[in-house]
């Protein structure tokens, strides 16, 4: 059924048709609608979940890490201050394999304080073992709630996911989604059923004071179920558009890349604006191509050292800063593609939540063209930005 | 209700856990899970708790253990019972949470809990300083101990503020129980957890655990340091069950606070002035617990024992 939503009650869909059991919740803009949603739900009678009015987001996450111990599926959302506010609980959940699904309104992390869209909230807790999927529009949105929980629940993963939305831009900005039939999400997607949780009837102890003799093996063996997740996340991509028409390509989508010589590598809503610009720049004679980073973790190395082999240039637009020259995703790419010897430049646009347009990304594509033909350019470049750096 | 003799026999928290000896952290615990039984599920924050129950491969808990962190006692707890209500399981989710964890960087979590009514039990489990990480002041810690963050110096001694009244910022969430408990006074005790296990809603025990190392006492002295404490009026023995204050044990006479502080070397710097400020501040506690209604205040000292000599500002203070 279709219906014209903003993405924050895309998400809250998401949620409900996943039937998650426990809801713990805290206000945040850009990501409150989802939870005043999910309380409408509730209150409704729509939803059968516990719907918890936590006092801060630290406790959200400890409430959430302790009900899906307990054999729970768990939802929440956060955004920015929030995630921060959670950092410690983050790191708690991932390794203890604790299936959350948590969406991520993208929103500036202070200071200065704002409320637009940044991706230095989720960047920031990359390495908490969280998978991070970061959608383009209001349908993506929903469909990657639904696909987050298959991902985070398999016994070959067992992480939490952290699906994220650029804030305003998706969040509060409706579009058609179409919404799919609550019998064809229950068939895709099994009650969570885990092997191990907090039972009297099978007494575990989680969360257990570890020696260093330990410690050393289990990150090992966190950091080998976000690397079965890519296998997963691409099994589950076939899956989703078998049953319900829509497939995302897995860990990255490509666009004209079947010829190109210089690509663009985005994330989030500034995928769309890019694919028109690519459309314009074909027209006009010019080789150029998309690759939609969508998994930040798994970081996909192999699919984008195959999608970016035999290009002149590759540029990778980023939404935050690293303070390491350029942005996370510049710098991850640079790691990935390490060993070859095509030429990748960086296009910071659109942080603190400013417009990135057509302009600014056709200048992205010129850049990155005169990087491919050898001409000197700068490997990161601050775009449509007033002053100097210093 | 449940006497000694009643107790189940087996430990849920058992033997072979490695808390000091004497440790009024695990003799409390190993207890109070014996009440509350099976049908439990445990939360404990970062504490001595946590690395004397487990310690990979190793563990104490014949329940269900969960533990993420230090601050989120009471956000756990919701979350666990939560989950165990929405699968329509009979568990009960407890925490048992230290004073720093509850008095100080617990409190908001606690404080949520408690405000919300969450059919929870947390359980305080007041050593009064930061023993896990080597004995520092909490809010917990009573006027002139020694702590390492509060050391004996030469211009000021030991924790300059007296010990934050915690019973009365939980019972002020209006919750169902709230009590406080010793393991000198067992009986109490044990009828207390059994209360608490059977009242819906967010029940606070408040347990009165001495640390050895923290105190600087003997081991074989933790049940009677208890006893002494709740003598002096340092520990009051009450109960408030839906916004109704009751005493559930009222010592005989007022037993002199140094007494009790003379068994631990945490004290035992004290100059009389502090002991006096100190006793002034138990004199005010135990008329507000113990006095009743048109009865005279109350503040009359044992004599102190005779290495302490009366001094002149002690006579001037309580009379000859």
């Given at each position: 059924?279709k219906k014209v939503i903003t993405g924050d009650h895309a998400v809250a869909l998401g949620a409900k048709l996943c039937?998650a059991?426990?809801v713990?919740?805290?206000?945040i803009t850009p990501q409150t609608l989802i939870i005043e949603h999910i ?35 768990v939802f929440t959302a956060t955004s920015s201050?929030g995630l921060?506010?959670m950092?410690?609980?983050l ?8 299936p959350i699904v948590m969406a991520n309104a993208n929103r500036t992390l ?5 409320i637009w869209c940044e991706y230095n909230d989720s960047m920031g807790v990359r390495?908490s073992?969280w998978l991070q999927v970061y959608v383009e529009d209001n349908q993506e949105a929903l469909d990657m709630v639904i696909q987050s929980f298959r991902i985070a629940e398999d016994?070959?993963v067992?992480l939490p996911v952290m699906p994220c939305l650029d804030g305003f831009v998706l969040t509060h900005t409706v579009e058609p989604v179409d919404v799919p039939?609550?019998?064809d999400v229950?068939?895709f997607l ?36 976000v690397?079965?997740a890519k296998?997963v996340i691409g099994e589950i991509n076939d899956e989703f558009a078998r049953v319900f028409g829509r497939n995302y390509g897995g860990l990255i989508d490509t666009y004209?890349m ?6 663009l590598v985005t994330m989030g809503t500034v995928t769309s604006t890019s694919r028109e610009v690519v ?11 998309l690759v939609k980073l969508r998994f930040f973790r798994p970081f996909p190395?192999?699919e984008l050292?195959?999608a ?8 990778v637009f980023d939404r935050s ?6 942005g996370p995703a510049?710098?991850e790419i ?15 646009a659109g942080i603190?939540g400013r417009d990135v347009?057509?302009?600014?990304i ?29 | ?320």
């Amino acid at each position: 059924m279709k219906k014209v939503i903003t993405g924050d009650h895309a998400v809250a869909l998401g949620a409900k048709l996943c039937r998650a059991d426990v809801v713990p919740a805290y206000p945040i803009t850009p990501q409150t609608l989802i939870i005043e949603h999910i309380a409408d739900f509730v209150n409704d009678g729509e939803m059968d979940a516990k719907f918890l009015t936590m006092e801060s987001e630290h406790s959200v996450m400890s409430a959430a890490a302790a009900a899906s111990a307990a054999g729970a599926r768990v939802f929440t959302a956060t955004s920015s201050q929030g995630l921060a506010f959670m950092y410690e609980m983050l790191y708690a959940t991932a390794p203890m394999r604790l299936p959350i699904v948590m969406a991520n309104a993208n929103r500036t992390l202070t200071a200065p304080p704002g409320i637009w869209c940044e991706y230095n909230d989720s960047m920031g807790v990359r390495d908490s073992g969280w998978l991070q999927v970061y959608v383009e529009d209001n349908q993506e949105a929903l469909d990657m709630v639904i696909q987050s929980f298959r991902i985070a629940e398999d016994k070959r993963v067992l992480l939490p996911v952290m699906p994220c939305l650029d804030g305003f831009v998706l969040t509060h900005t409706v579009e058609p989604v179409d919404v799919p039939q609550q019998e064809d999400v229950d068939s895709f997607l099994p009650a969570f059923a885990p092997d191990i949780m907090l039972d009297p009837a099978r007494p575990a102890m989680m969360g257990i004071f570890m020696p260093a003799e330990y410690i050393m093996e289990l990150r090992r063996q966190t950091m080998g179920a976000v690397e079965s997740a890519k296998k997963v996340i691409g099994e589950i991509n076939d899956e989703f558009a078998r049953v319900f028409g829509r497939n995302y390509g897995g860990l990255i989508d490509t666009y004209m890349m079947e010829d190109a010589e210089a690509a663009l590598v985005t994330m989030g809503t500034v995928t769309s604006t890019s694919r028109e610009v690519v459309d314009e720049l074909r027209k006009a004679g010019k080789k150029v191509g998309l690759v939609k980073l969508r998994f930040f973790r798994p970081f996909p190395v192999d699919e984008l050292r195959k999608a970016l082999s035999g290009l002149s240039a590759v540029g990778v637009f980023d939404r935050s800063i690293s303070y390491h020259g350029g942005g996370p995703a510049f710098n991850e790419i640079c790691s990935a593609l390490y060993g070859m010897t095509v030429p990748v430049v960086n296009h910071l646009a659109g942080i603190g939540g400013r417009d990135v347009t057509r302009e600014q990304i056709i200048k992205m594509f010129e850049i990155t063209i005169k990087a491919g033909k050898g001409e000197k350019v700068n490997t990161v470049n601050w775009h449509n930005t007033r002053g100097e750096m210093v | 209700m449940i006497t000694i003799k009643e107790l189940p026999d087996e430990n849920l928290f058992t033997a072979g856990h490695t808390a000091c000896p004497g440790c009024g952290v695990a003799m409390s615990i190993r207890n109070a899970i014996r009440v509350l039984g099976k049908d439990t599920s445990v939360y404990v924050p970062a504490s001595c708790a946590v690395v004397f129950g487990t310690t990979f491969p190793y563990g104490a808990w014949k329940v269900p253990f969960f533990h993420t962190a230090f601050e989120n006692t009471g956000a756990c707890i919701t979350g666990m019972q939560a989950a165990f209500e929405k699968k329509g399981k009979k568990v009960t989710a407890v925490g048992f949470a230290g004073d720093g964890g509850t008095y100080d960087i617990g409190l908001q979590s606690m404080s949520g809990a408690a405000e919300r009514n969450e059919d929870v039990i947390y359980i305080c489990l007041d050593n009064e300083a930061y023993m896990n990480t080597g004995i520092q002041r909490s809010g917990g810690t009573p006027f002139g101990a020694w702590t390492t963050t509060t050391p004996v110096g030469t211009k000021v001694q030991g924790n300059r503020r007296f010990k934050k009244n915690l019973g009365e910022i939980v019972a002020a969430h209006e919750i169902p129980y709230y009590a406080t408990l010793s393991i000198g006074h067992p009986l109490d005790f044990i009828r207390k957890v059994e209360k608490a296990k059977n009242i819906k809603g967010f029940r606070f025990l408040h347990m009165f655990t001495p640390c050895i190392p923290g105190w600087k006492m003997d081991p074989a002295k933790t049940v009677e340091v208890t006893k002494r404490a709740v003598e002096s009026g340092m520990w009051t023995l009450y109960e408030v069950e839906n916004g109704e204050k009751k005493i559930t044990f009222k010592p005989g006479k007022m037993k002199s606070v140094r007494d009790y502080l003379m068994m631990q070397g945490r004290f035992r710097h004290m100059s009389d002035e502090d002991i006096k400020k100190l006793q002034m501040w138990v004199c005010k506690k135990w008329n507000l617990h113990y006095k009743e209604k048109g009865a005279p205040e109350v503040c009359e000292i044992v004599p102190p024992e005779e290495h302490h000599a009366v001094t002149e500002e002690h006579r001037e203070m309580h009379g000859p």
